[in-house]
């Protein structure tokens, strides 16, 4: 059959149908991944040294890490946000990259020796006698991911950029004059005389129906309804699943036996220890601990001769001894146990707190286990899901015709941009904050009549995605709304009028008062309004007493000038009394404080300027293309 197939292929037919063959599978992108053979795969190139996309998209992690530790939450980076910390992520490696290339030309070498002498002398590698430990060293690497030359040449790496850099930032020293003037500004406090004015201490007179129908009239944009629209959704969520998917006791049952290890906890143990070499000291020390001392008072008594130490939830293997392991997990809580023997020295024990070991029962891991089954079986049927409704959508089937067996929740109804209804409740919508403000969004982008399409809500971290599709069907515009419907804010918002005019009446006339030569005390009194000496504040945060509207104009003031403030409650008539002025003699302290900070700030801006010469000099290239890759859904 082979002999055969080789003759054939010799023939004008099968040449012709080899040249059709290898046209259609360059239309149809076999000629694509020919064609990338050989194209460039890096983000970027700072001189000869290249970015490639693992470095980025480690960056990127580490950035996208920081930021939701800044947040103190999950983060579901947008497209938009992805491509904002890539490219802050880029620039970053660019950076980096360009001062590695400067540091390389002036041939900056940091000696084996010195690494050495700094990881010796770095606390968190100590172990309890107060000297190096590598088995401390190990474990600390191990805690943040790292490898032992990964460490070392990250501690190089800083080295050699503070070789590089040190000299820039230490040649800046704030002048004199300079922080005087930030030191004057930022300490500066001031007390003022203050009259208030409450719009609720007006009792307006009663509006008559012409007052307040010529209200109504001339404020149209008070009481101008909003856009609302008239729509149909289905959505396709977790939230819409669950009640569809059923979880047996086997279920449970499979899953506790896969996640037993999880479920099993190691006993440990809190233990204060006190290490020392001479046998007596230690029987000393440990009739001080036996008759009542704290462990505050022990570590003062153990400073001179003796090492303190105290381990937190440390299991037995944790531990860096393993006769001290032995010893505290023989030890009863809360007693004194030594002086004992070990290689380390003669040791004394008090454990704080035991945790012992045990297992999580299958009833106390049940709700556990049961939102993570509930959560996998979604996972895994969501997508078939999606796919069933993407297809019916397209044959043209109406969201009211839409198959009962899909786990969709169909809603109706009429609501505004933000999701409010005509009587100013929130719409019920089905599914997550997220998917709600999406679906909003889109009905708002879309037309009336515009085909029905199932929208993707990217799944957050550790979850499913959730699906919608929303129809038009109705666009109802702005519009006034009667009088008869808004006549209570109407009636409201006029007399809140007429209390707000009698009280900037009265607070420009007292204003004008006191810049005749009347205190601001005298004229508060005349119009009746109350006044106080507010508390001595500074610029930074307002003290209690002191509104907060009120800072900002306080420190523009000259002594004795007067001013009106519109605050939420009323207007405030007020007037710096006293402007103390700190003296930077006496608080020498502060302004250190203040000068370090100015040298600090100034140091960072050199610092930046230079590198960023740096890296203007480097010439970054960006390869677009494969930038835009990481953005792309």
Do not use: C
């Amino acid at each position: 059959m082979i002999t055969a197939l080789r003759s054939r292929l010799g023939t004008w037919f099968a040449r012709v149908l080899f040249g059709v063959l290898i046209v259609a599978f360059s239309i149809w992108g076999i000629g694509d991944v020919i064609r990338q053979v050989g194209t460039e795969t890096w983000v970027a190139k700072v001189g000869d040294r290249a970015i490639e996309p693992a470095e980025l998209q480690q960056a990127y992690q580490q950035e996208l890490s920081r930021i939701t530790r800044l947040l103190g939450g999950r983060v579901d980076a947008t497209p938009e946000m992805k491509r904002g910390i890539l490219s802050q992520a880029l620039d970053q490696l660019i950076r980096q990259h360009a001062v590695g290339q400067a540091i390389a030309q002036m041939h900056l070498v940091v000696p084996e020796a010195a690494l050495g002498q700094e990881i010796l002398a770095m606390p968190a590698f100590r172990g309890t006698d107060g000297k190096f430990s590598r088995i401390a060293f190990q474990a600390a690497l191990r805690n943040v991911g790292l490898s032992e030359s990964r460490f070392m040449d990250s501690l190089r790496s800083e080295n050699q950029q503070n070789q590089l850099l040190e000299p820039i930032r230490a040649s800046f020293i704030p002048p004199d004059s300079l922080t005087r003037q930030v030191y004057q500004f930022t300490t500066e406090q001031r007390e003022a005389g203050l009259a208030e004015l409450p719009f609720a201490a007006i009792t307006a007179s009663e509006p008559t129906s012409a007052q307040l129908q010529r209200w109504y009239d001339n404020h149209p944009d008070l009481y101008t309804r909003p856009e609302y629209r008239r729509i149909k959704v289905v959505i396709l969520a977790p939230q819409t699943l669950q009640s569809q998917i059923e979880i047996s006791a086997d279920d449970i049952a499979a899953a506790y036996e896969a996640r037993r290890a999880e479920f099993t906890r190691i006993e440990k143990r809190s233990a204060e220890i006190i290490i020392t070499q001479e046998e007596a000291k230690a029987t000393t020390l440990a009739e001080t601990w036996r008759a009542g001392a704290n462990w505050e008072a022990m570590q003062k008594a153990a400073a001179e001769a003796a090492v303190p130490v105290a381990l937190t939830d440390a299991t037995e293997a944790e531990f860096p001894d393993p006769a001290l392991a032995k010893a505290v997990f023989a030890a009863a809580e809360n007693s004194i146990t030594g002086p004992i023997q070990t290689p380390l020295g003669w040791q004394l024990i008090r454990v704080s707190k035991i945790t012992p070991a045990g297992v999580k029962s299958v009833a106390d891991a049940t709700e556990e286990l049961r939102a993570r089954i509930l959560a996998e079986k979604i996972a895994d049927i969501i997508y078939q899901r999606a796919t069933k409704v993407e297809d019916i959508l397209a044959a043209g089937t109406s969201l009211d015709d839409m198959p009962g067996d899909l786990g969709l929740a169909a809603a109706t109804g009429t609501l505004d941009a933000v999701g409010l209804t005509r009587q100013g409740e929130q719409a019920p919508i089905p599914g997550s904050p997220e998917l709600r403000a999406a679906l909003i969004a889109a009905a708002f982008q879309a037309r009336q009549g515009d085909p029905v399409r199932l929208t993707e809500l990217p799944a957050p971290e550790g979850g499913s995605p959730s699906y919608f599709a929303v129809a038009v069907e109705e666009i109802i515009p702005p519009g006034l709304k009667p009088f008869t419907e808004v006549a209570t804010a109407v009636h409201d918002d006029l007399m809140h009028a007429a209390q707000r005019r009698t009280q900037e009446e009265t607070a420009t006339k007292m204003l004008g008062a006191v810049q005749a030569g009347q205190s601001l005390e005298d004229a508060a009194t005349i119009a009746g309004a109350t006044y106080r000496r507010t508390p001595r504040t500074g610029r930074a945060a307002p003290v209690e007493g002191v509104p907060r509207e009120l800072i900002a104009p306080l420190f523009s003031l000259k002594a004795g000038e007067a001013t009106i403030i519109e605050a939420a409650e009323g207007f405030l008539v007020a007037v710096p009394l006293d402007i103390i002025q700190a003296d930077a003699k006496i608080d020498e302290a502060g302004y250190a404080r203040i000068r370090d900070g100015l040298a600090q700030a100034m140091a960072s801006d050199a610092e930046a300027t230079y590198v960023n010469a740096l890296r203007v000099r480097s010439q970054p290239r960006i390869n677009q293309k494969i930038f835009d890759s990481f953005v792309q859904p």
